[in-house]
């Protein structure tokens, strides 16, 4: 299928440091050439109104500063050096593709970056990427692939696709930037082909609670207030909710936490920003004080120091696993159709055939 052919429409796509010794502690080809869809600057405009002010978004989060941020963290000499998270998290969606015993002609990844999800995937499992993110210098330096990729810049709230046009949608950390989070669900069922699966992973509520905690009390302390100065994440159990309101069945969440290492809290922002996750919440505070960041810097070490003299830095991450209705899965048995009660289990060596005991 052509690139083009699955493009829904007009082109109208909504765009929206150096790093220290660090551990990351949790449980456990030839490149190819990329077709790149570049919006005119009047599509861009006119596609950030529709961001900002489209009906029932939020509107939380400045799309267009994320859009500088990711775009100047891909230009850095060695982006790769601030990847690590992305690198880890990236791996395991891979996993979880890997399990699903089949093989997908064509997939989308959302948010895709410098394409971290496609150098773990071989063309055997995938036989054609798209690949989308909201910032061009990310797709002009992908990571190498064997897998034949298209870059398309679009929002995740906007996908400018056809529907019923993906086998698989994978997305890794970018869903938690998007302002209407039920809306970008619905546009990736939409996309799905029926029994179609959608794999992604994105931070939770608990990320970066010690810097968020330490910059607090420092500004309590100093200022006698405080601004939020880390976005706010999506909780784990609406996640579920809004999956299942998306029209998504065969449902999985789980929830994991990856807890990194650094010198100070000056090396994690630093990296943060490297990783093009600073914050762009609209309540953002824009300057934060020389003896504030000091004093959060010294709260953070002694209410969270490592023995060695490092401080820990935890991310929470969850990943959730959702399919497209089709006639051919399988479906829970009706309500009373159960021929044991569980209080016959106690019976179980007398309901097996054959002698054999449990």
């Known amino acids: ?42 599509a861009l405009k006119a596609a950030a109104s529709r961001c900002a002010t489209g009906p029932g978004a939020l509107n939380l989060f400045d799309r267009q500063l994320k859009r500088k941020q990711k775009n100047w963290a891909a230009a850095q000499p060695e982006p ?8 880890e998290v990236a791996g395991r969606i891979a996993d979880r593709v890997f399990d699903i015993t089949r093989t997908f002609p064509l997939a989308l990844d959302l948010g895709c970056g410098r394409s971290y999800i496609a150098q773990y995937i071989n063309k055997d499992v995938i036989e054609r990427l ?15 692939s064997e897998i034949p ?3 398309v810049i679009a929002d995740e709230e906007f996908l400018p696709f056809k529907e019923n046009s993906f086998d698989l949608v994978v997305s890794g950390l970018s869903l938690h930037w998007v302002n209407d989070l039920p809306k970008a669900l619905h546009e990736i069922h939409r996309v799905l082909k029926p029994d179609g699966v959608f794999i992604g992973a994105m931070f939770g509520g608990d990320t970066l609670y010690e810097l968020r905690c330490s910059l607090q009390l420092a500004e309590l302390e100093r200022e006698g207030g405080f601004s ?11 996640l579920g909710h809004l999956l299942g309101r998306a029209g998504f069945n065969t449902l999985t969440v789980d929830t994991d936490e990856i807890q990194v290492n650094y010198p100070g809290m000056f090396e994690i922002m630093n990296d943060l920003q490297g990783m093009g996750e600073s914050n ?5 505070k824009p300057v934060l004080h020389r003896a504030t960041m000091l004093a959060a810097a010294a709260v953070y070490t002694e209410m969270y120091g ?30 009373g159709s159960a021929t044991t009660s569980f209080g016959d289990l106690r019976k179980i060596n007398e309901l097996i055939p054959g002698g054999k005991k449990l």
């Open 306 to 335: 490592n023995d060695d003299g490092t401080i820990p830095a935890t991310f929470q991450i969850y990943y959730m696993i959702g399919w497209k209705f089709h006639e051919s899965q399988a479906r829970p048995a009706q309500r």
């Open 149 to 151: 990729r298209v870059s």
């Open 228 to 238: 939020p100065h880390v976005s706010p994440f999506t909780a784990v159990s609406d």
């Open 80 to 87: 790769e050096r601030c990847e690590y998270l992305r690198q």
């Open 1 to 42: 299928m052509g690139a083009r052919a699955l493009l829904r429409g007009p082109r109208l796509f909504c765009p929206q440091p150096a790093v220290v010794a660090k551990s990351v502690s949790s449980r456990s080809s030839s490149r190819r050439r990329c077709l790149l869809f570049f919006p005119s600057a009047a």
């Open 280 to 284: 762009c919440s609209w309540s953002r």
């Open 130 to 144: 798209f690949q989308a993110d909201v910032a061009e210098n990310a797709l002009k330096n992908t990571i190498a």
